[in-house]
Structures are given as structure tokens and as C-alpha cells.
């Protein structure tokens, strides 16, 4: 059965920084894109970037130039940096993953979301 664990989050100052990580792990046979998305009470889940297997990445308008994704391919984990961060960037972060489980194909996964509050 495949897991998406995810640490990180907490509270910050604007301004500040966080880093969030999220693990796969399972029986995995193969992971396509892996990414972040938030969820601010009372909006929809929108996405805050994403990174393929190839390492291509992309970001929401909201966080360009301020977040950055990236992966460990060996250890199926991705990671958001959060820098520069805004009272508007607090949200429920949620990992997801694109991939292959042994046995039961292709299909998206969620992990379990992580607060991030920006307060002075």
C-alpha cells in the first residue's frame, strides 16, 4: 500500500521560511510528477508546484520566485523551501503523488496535510 508521509509545517513569521517534505513509500514501481498543493479555508485546493520525472517544474503565479520544489529521486521524497513567506501563503499544504503501484496501476495520491501559519 502506498503512503505519502509529510513533515514539516508550523508557524512562521512573514517573512520567514519552511521547508515541507514528503515521502513515498510502498510498493512503488515507478513515480511520475510529485507535488504541493494548498487549501485555505474556504477556497479550493489550488496548486503551488510540481515536479515531473524529468525534473521539470512548475509553480503557481502566487509562489513563483519564492518557493522551490524539488526531489530525491532515490528516497521518493519532494520537497517545498518556502521562503519569503506571506500571511496569504498560510494554508493546509497537501503532498501528491502521480505514480505506479505494483498491481493496481497508475493513479494519484494524497498525503496527509500539514498546517503552515504566517503570523507575527
Known amino acids: 500500500q502506498v503512503q505519502l508521509v509529510v513533515s514539516g509545517g508550523g508557524l512562521v513569521q512573514p517573512g520567514g521560511s519552511l521547508r515541507l517534505s514528503c515521502a513515498a513509500s510502498?510498493?512503488?514501481?515507478?513515480?511520475?510528477?510529485m507535488g504541493w498543493y494548498y487549501q485555505a479555508p474556504g477556497k479550493e485546493r489550488e496548486l503551488v508546484a510540481i515536479?515531473?520525472?524529468?525534473?521539470?517544474?512548475n509553480y503557481g503565479s502566487s509562489v513563483k520566485g519564492r518557493f522551490a520544489i524539488s526531489r530525491d529521486y532515490a528516497k521518493n521524497t519532494v520537497y517545498l523551501q518556502m521562503n519569503s513567506l506571506k500571511p496569504e501563503d498560510a494554508a493546509v499544504y497537501y503532498c501528491?503523488?502521480?505514480?505506479?503501484?505494483?498491481?493496481?496501476?497508475?493513479?494519484?495520491?494524497w498525503g496527509q496535510g500539514t498546517q503552515v501559519t504566517v503570523s507575527s
Open positions: 501528491n503523488a502521480d505514480l505506479e503501484e505494483l498491481g493496481f496501476g497508475r493513479r494519484s495520491y
Open positions: 510502498g510498493t512503488i514501481f515507478r513515480i511520475y510528477t
Open positions: 515536479i515531473s520525472s524529468g525534473g521539470s517544474t
